[in-house]
T-cell receptor, first 115, second 114 residues
Framework: GDSVTQMEGPVTLSEEACLTI???????????LFWYVQYPGEGLQLLLKATKADDKGSNKGFEATYRKETTSFHLEKGSVQVSDSAVYFCALSDLRIQGAQKLVFGQGTRLTINP | KAGVTQTPRYLIKTRGQQVTLSCSPI?????VSWYQQTPGQGLQFLFE???????NKGNFPGRFSGRQFSNSRSEMNVSTLELGDSALYLC?????????????FGPGTRLTVL
């Protein structure tokens, strides 16, 4: 079945460092890909998404490019801030049922940014 | 627009009891999905409702059930609670028309089973 693998955390960086969180997927067909972020005590917030190969999603300085050839959707940011500390989830949309809203998530990567 | 709301935010139950969680989607959204989040299993899909019909279901026992009302509000029910049902239950809503649709999540209901 479909699956998503993220780099294991936790990841600890200093403020203004560069960030990359790796995400690879296995899926039937060409799913949409998402990055969600979860702050302590809260639900998930959509960070960015890409719906087809070579699309680049971007938001709040974060970027990720849908790479069909490597089945990857790595999350990047050039300069992280303390406020970026959170858990990040990579996810794909299951395509087996047309229109159905089922997301398959990676295990999450906890990011801590130190001042 | 108001976001996805879930009630209650916290629940404490004992083994063997049943529980009902509620979710109100974003206005105009017809799809509501439910997910279970635990430290061990991560985020797992429970089921999805669209226009009052269950359209998709995850691999959970029959103790987990749900329904959707004509105003798109949804409830999920867990009967005969087990300790392992302790989790954060997240509800998400979307237009539900395409697999590319974005799902918007509520803050979750934290269920503790003692």
């Amino acid at each position: 079945g479909d699956s998503v693998t993220q780099m294991e955390g936790p990841v600890t960086l200093s403020e203004e460092a560069c960030l990359t969180i790796n995400c690879t997927y296995t899926a039937t067909g060409y799913p949409s890909l998402f990055w969600y972020v979860q702050y302590p005590g809260e639900g998930l917030q959509l960070l960015l998404k890409a719906t087809k190969a070579d699309d680049k999603g971007s938001n709040k300085g974060f970027e990720a490019t849908y790479r069909k050839e490597t089945t990857s959707f790595h999350l990047e940011k050039g300069s992280v801030q303390v406020s970026d500390s959170a858990v990040y989830f990579c996810a794909l949309s299951d395509l087996r049922i047309q229109g159905a809203q089922k997301l398959v998530f990676g295990q999450g990567t906890r990011l801590t940014i130190n001042p | 627009k108001a976001g996805v709301t879930q009630t209650p935010r916290y629940l404490i139950k004992t083994r063997g009891q049943q529980v009902t969680l509620s979710c109100s989607p974003i206005s105009g959204h017809r799809s509501v999905s439910w997910y279970q989040q635990t430290p061990g299993q991560g985020l797992q899909f429970l089921f999805e409702y669209f226009s009052e019909t269950q359209r998709n279901k995850g691999n959970f026992p029959g103790r987990f059930s749900g329904r959707q009302f004509s105003n798109s509000r949804s409830e999920m029910n867990v009967s005969t609670l087990e300790l392992g049902d302790s989790a954060l239950y997240l509800c998400a809503s979307s237009m539900g028309l395409a697999n590319t649709d974005t799902q918007y999540f509520g803050p979750g209901t934290r269920l503790t089973v003692l």
